[in-house]
Nanobody, 126 residues
Framework: QVQLVESGGGLVQAGGSLRLSCAAS????????MGWFRQAPGKEREFVAA????????YYSDSVKGRFTISRDNFKNTVYLQMNSLKPEDTAVYYC???????????????????WGQGTQVTVST
């Protein structure tokens, strides 16, 4: 099994920055991709970003591209989401997730991920 624990959420004004962390434990080498999703009240869970095991490949939703950066430190078993130029529409609960082995991946779909953290709240005020 893989356990994921998010941290770093909080309250920030529009234009500010936050860095989220996701600490992984357990059978971490069974994770092929790590990702971040978010869910706001009344909305579906949406894809934010993903990263390969090596960190060499990254993917972003159009809504955050150029503002957010995903990275990972395999030595520390931690994935990060650096969020800059935050907007009120970024307000959501942010979830860390990990895939197991799949023959192919559709990283934008939440049902492609096998492991999930409990989430951390990000609130961006006007």
């Amino acid at each position: 099994q893989v356990q994921l624990v998010e941290s770093g959420g909080g309250l920030v004004q529009a234009g500010g920055s936050l860095r989220l962390s996701c600490a992984a434990s357990g059978r971490t080498f069974s994770t092929y991709y790590m990702g971040w999703f978010r869910q706001a009240p009344g909305k579906e869970r949406e894809f934010v970003a993903a990263i390969s095991w090596s960190g060499g490949s990254t993917y972003y939703s159009d809504s955050v591209k150029g503002r957010f950066t995903i990275s990972r430190d395999n030595f520390k078993n931690t994935v990060y989401l650096q969020m800059n130029s935050l907007k009120p529409e970024d307000t959501a609960v942010y979830y860390c997730a990990a895939t197991g082995y799949h023959s192919q991946y559709n990283l934008g779909r939440s049902d492609e991920y096998d492991y999930w953290g409990q989430g951390t709240q990000v609130t961006v005020s006007t």
